[in-house]
T-cell receptor, first 114, second 111 residues
Framework: ETGVTQTPRHLVMGMTNKKSLKCEQH?????MYWYKQSAKKPLELMFV???????ENNSVPSRFSPECPNSSHLFLHLHTLQPEDSALYLC?????????????FGPGTRLTVL | LAKTTQPISMDSYEGQEVNITCSHN???????ITWYQQFPSQGPRFIIQ???TKVTNEVASLFIPADRKSSTLSLPRVSLSDTAVYYC????????????FGAGTTVTVRA
């Protein structure tokens, strides 16, 4: 247990569906992250939030929409996804959004887009 | 943004030392080097972090030469449970927050 939980753990959705991924951290951290992990590719940073403000958006398509209502919760809203969006989506948190801050990862949501 | 390069895979036997080298030729002055371990169906887990020279903790050592263009993670006396993917991360925060994870090295430990 890392103190970061993600739900659901598995999700199958059609290209016209709308779904949301949820992440919650119980560590009192101020920064939260979304990553995408595809087979045989490096971890890709998608979004970074620091104190509920988005500080980084790595050219992610608009069909992915993050939301950070408070420093403990992070959502990733999904709509009109493509099959190539199928991947493991990982949430992480750290004390601050600093380059030397250790990130604590959740177990991930395995997303399959049909 | 410092791009990292790691070997794709390494095989070892129980009790041996495993050394994984990560290349980061254009590492910036402010960049730290962090290594993570990932088991199947789990998120990555922090192992060790360093800026220069040598860092050691209870699970690993990290060697960083003076030019900082590479780093080597050393796992002493590995066991079967050390079979995992190991990622090298170089992170910079100046005005933009950038991360560069390597593709990961799959370490397989055999009995």
């Amino acid at each position: 247990e890392t103190g970061v939980t993600q739900t659901p753990r598995h999700l199958v959705m059609g290209m016209t569906n709308k779904k949301s991924l949820k992440c919650e951290q119980h560590l009192g951290h101020n920064a939260m992250y979304w990553y995408k992990q595809s087979a045989k590719k490096p971890l890709e940073l998608m979004f970074v939030y620091s104190l509920e403000e988005r500080v980084e958006n790595n050219s992610v398509p608009s069909r992915f929409s993050p939301e950070c209502p408070n420093s403990s919760h992070l959502f990733l809203h999904l709509h009109t996804l493509q099959p190539e969006d199928s991947a493991l989506y990982l949430c992480a948190s750290s004390q601050e959004a600093g380059y030397q801050d250790t990130q604590y990862f959740g177990p991930g949501t395995r997303l399959t887009v049909l | 943004l410092a791009k990292t390069t790691q070997p794709i895979s390494m095989d070892s036997y129980e009790g041996q030392e495993v050394n994984i080298t990560c290349s980061h030729n254009n590492i910036a002055t402010n960049d730290y080097i962090t290594w993570y371990q990932q088991f199947p169906s789990q998120g990555p887990r922090f192992i060790i972090q360093g800026y220069k020279t040598k860092v050691t903790n209870e699970v690993a050592s990290l060697f960083i030469p003076a030019d900082r263009k590479s780093s080597t993670l050393s796992l002493p006396r590995v066991s079967l449970s050390d079979t995992a993917v190991y990622y090298c991360l170089v992170a910079t925060v100046v005005n933009d927050y950038k991360l560069s994870f390597g593709a990961g090295t799959t370490v397989t430990v055999r009995a």
